[in-house]
Each structure stands twice: as structure tokens, then as C-alpha cells.
């Protein structure tokens, strides 16, 4: 019997979504702790001793505490969902490749665009689409034939990719030259369990 993992999260955030939606996907027993960013209780010594950097996700599994929302999506599916993760060496390195992705062009695309729109940080709005638009490409052309990125089925690498890719439209990023990841978008909405992030400004393109 599992212990109940504790998910320190924040609602819009879509790092922190990712760990609350695999728990969910995978049936993992868990309870989410909003953390209030704006009153700054990332910066408060209880959180900074679970994690240095300040940022969510959290979580604590009894005195295991894990931080990084890919490491996250790792980590509990290696204890609690190996469905998640193949077995297979080769769709192993995919899943990889994917994670890889999520912290590199997904971040400083459409996830950054998100965050000039959303919450007016002081990036560079040009940058942010050029990789954005990169980004979804990638996955347009790589979903051709597919109904998830890895295998027959999901894996921790559609966890990975769905939260920012989905919110994209709130950075400005439009989602509709891309019918492949709306479809992917809409096969990760359908699994059982699934629960989304709140939207912001939903809607600013289609």
C-alpha cells in the first residue's frame, strides 16, 4: 500500500500541472498542496528545504522528496505506473527524447510565450514564437500516423509535452495549423482520470 503523495503545486503552473496530471491519469493516491506563489511561500525555509530553487512541483512521498517536474513523471512512474515508461531500450531513449524536448524547445516556446502574455515576464516575444512554432513542427511531423508520441499507447513523454502545448493559445501560439497535436491533445484529454489546468486567457487565437 502506497503512502499518499503530497504534490506541491500551483494551479496555472504547467510544470507543476504535469505531476498532478500523471498522478491522476495513473490512479497514484495524492493530495495537492496549492503553494502561494504570490505571497511568497516558495521563498519560505519549509518549501526551500524541499527544494533549493524555489519552484513547483513537489512532491513528497512519505521522506522521499523529489523536485523537477520531469524527474517527477520518472520517479512515480518508475514506483507506481511502469506502464508509463517502456520497457523497450529504444522506446526508452523516445520517451527520453520527448522529456528532453519539454525542457528545451517546449519551455522556451510556447510555455515562455505563455508567460510574457500570462504573468508579463520580460522575455523576448519574437524568440519565443520562432521556437515555439519549431517546436510544434517537430511534433506535427512526428505524429503523422500516431496516437501518442511513444508506442501504442501513453507514456510520461504525452505528460511531458501536454500542458504547455495545450495552454499554447494563451501565449499567443495558435494551435490551428497543426490538426496532428490538436488530435494528440485531444487523445490525452480523453484517458480516463485526466484533469485539466485552469485556463487564463484561453481563446486570445484559436
Known sequence: ??????????????????????AALAGIDHEVIEVD?????????????????????????????????????????????????????????????????????????PAAARLITVFGAPLDTEFCQTVATRYLEKIEVHM???EFLVGDGPTIADVALYSYTAHAPEGNVSLEPYPNVRRLLSNIEALPGFVPMPATKAGLVA
Request: glycine share 8%.
Open 37 to 109: 506563489l504570490a505571497g511568497g511561500a516558495h521563498r519560505q525555509p519549509d518549501f526551500l528545504a524541499m527544494n533549493p530553487a524555489g519552484q513547483v512541483p513537489v512532491i513528497e512521498d512519505g521522506d522521499t522528496i523529489v523536485s523537477d517536474a520531469n524527474a517527477i513523471l520518472v520517479y512515480l512512474a518508475r514506483k507506481y505506473a511502469p506502464s508509463f515508461i517502456p520497457t523497450d531500450p529504444a522506446q526508452e531513449a523516445e520517451v527520453q527524447k520527448f522529456l528532453t524536448l519539454a525542457a528545451g524547445e517546449m519551455a522556451f516556446g
Open 144 to 146: 503523422n500516423g500516431r
Open 1 to 22: 500500500m502506497s503512502n499518499t503523495i503530497r504534490i506541491h503545486s500551483f494551479a496555472t503552473s504547467g510544470h507543476a500541472h504535469r505531476a498532478v496530471l500523471f
